[in-house]
């Protein structure tokens, strides 16, 4: 078997950038600092947090959280204690800040990311990029209209193993590629529960803040921190949690804008926790020449195929600490079984994703080159895993017009492609 050294893809760990540049009123050096604050900060948010500030270069300098515990654990990370806001608005309007890290639940990443290109600030969001396709739309628009650079969290796409994947399939080497498999599976029966908040809201937490331009509800201690995901409203199950990561490589490996055409079924038939998406999930998208599918499961941790390449030479099954490669055997007779390549495999250490991610973005943000997963990138990704959705909730096949982002010929599904906001939020 052939042993892939890592060594040749590290000094590319950001080289798929698009490389174009545009214009900044002011361009940092190379050995400037890049002051930051972070908008969202729970878990997720905490873990990216924190490696930027592993960067010499970064200055951090203000944190926003509509709850107070998590707002005052992410100040503490700097020296003195940093600047700390409820409401993000204050924190975009600090001039002296060049760079935002935005880490909130899924239906704030647009409001936050386009009002941050709006005030000047380069971004790094967090996938998914957008809670509908009309958001992601809005900021592109944004990053475009303002020339900011804005990074999504999609950091498979800087790791070397997933770049040396990708190059292998694009340059042929495990043959044509006619089918594509990804999947997340696990047993998380009986289901979720809250378990940093108790049923009395907290004087801490800012209910209305924290549903923002969501629909108004009855506070919920089950709608917050890790569980917001399996609520509509703020989010879209593991389709955009995980589907969002492996979605994107296998869209990234064939070159692909969009699907021509998706179908969808499954829905939430275990799991009786008062969560709304679903718990198995099966959706099937045609891109032309080539068949993906996506397989959610959250009630059986049997593991499926994860994200996995199926060749006419060769077999690419890829997770984040390596891939292997398993030759395919033409039969001619059954007499000259030939296998039609070497099998090949790389080792990787998931660790280093996330740093040479912000790496990639802080590199951009002195530049004003795209980034590797730039919000463009982030939106197609997205619209794949919307469409997901939208297909498994109508329970029917839907025709995609990539061009006018807009399902042919469905007014009902149509219509799911943005949602209202609550008042006074609106998206401009």
Request: positive net charge.
């Amino acid at each position: 078997m052939k042993e892939i050294s890592r060594r040749d893809f590290a000094k590319k760990a950001v080289a798929i950038s698009a490389g174009t540049a545009f214009s900044r009123m002011r361009i940092l050096g190379a050995n400037d600092r890049v002051n930051m604050g972070i908008v969202g900060c729970g878990d997720r948010g905490m873990s990216v947090w924190g490696t930027f500030l592993k960067q010499t270069d970064v200055h951090p300098v203000a944190v926003c959280d509509v709850y107070e515990p998590h707002a005052t654990l992410a100040s503490a990370t700097g020296t003195p204690k940093l600047a700390v806001h409820r409401d993000f608005r204050r924190l975009l309007e600090m001039k002296d800040i060049d760079a935002v890290l935005v880490a909130t639940p899924d239906h704030w990443h647009a409001l936050v990311t386009v009002l941050a290109c709006q005030a000047g600030k380069d971004v790094y969001v967090e996938k998914p990029l957008s809670l509908t396709v009309f958001e992601g739309r809005r900021m592109v628009a944004a990053a475009r209209k303002y020339n900011r650079v804005v990074q999504t969290g999609s950091q498979q796409r800087s790791a070397p193993l997933y770049q040396k994947a990708v190059a292998l399939i694009q340059e042929g080497s495990i043959g044509a590629v006619h089918k594509i498999t990804t999947g997340y599976t696990r047993n998380a029966i009986p289901g979720f529960k809250p378990t940093e908040l108790g049923p009395a809201q907290p004087k801490e937490l800012d209910w209305d803040m924290w549903l923002g331009p969501a629909p108004m509800v009855p506070w919920d201690p089950f709608r917050c921190i890790y569980n917001f995901r399996w609520f509509w409203d703020y989010s879209g199950g593991q389709m955009t949690n995980w589907g969002a990561h492996n979605l994107d490589i296998a869209r990234l490996a064939l070159k692909a804008r969009a699907p021509l055409s998706v179908s969808g079924f499954g829905g939430r038939y275990e799991l009786k926790d008062g969560g709304e998406t679903p718990d198995v999930q099966e959706v099937i998208y045609n891109f032309g020449n080539c068949v993906v599918t996506w397989s959610g499961r959250e009630i059986n941790r049997t593991r499926d195929e994860y994200l996995v390449f199926h060749g006419t030479k060769g077999t690419l099954s890829i997770m984040r600490d390596g891939f292997t490669v398993t030759p395919e055997v033409w039969k001619p007779t059954r007499k000259n079984e030939t296998p039609a390549m070497q099998p090949m495999a790389m080792k990787a250490d998931p660790k280093e994703m996330d740093p040479l991610h912000v790496r990639n973005f802080l590199d951009c943000v002195k530049n004003r080159n795209r980034p590797v997963a730039d919000v463009e990138e982030g939106h197609l990704t997205a619209v794949v895993c919307h469409l997901g959705n939208i297909a498994t909730r109508l329970g029917r096949s839907l025709k995609w017009d990539a061009e006018k982002e807009e399902i042919v010929g469905d007014r009902e599904a149509n219509a799911m492609l943005a949602r209202p906001y609550r008042a006074p939020w609106k998206l401009e």
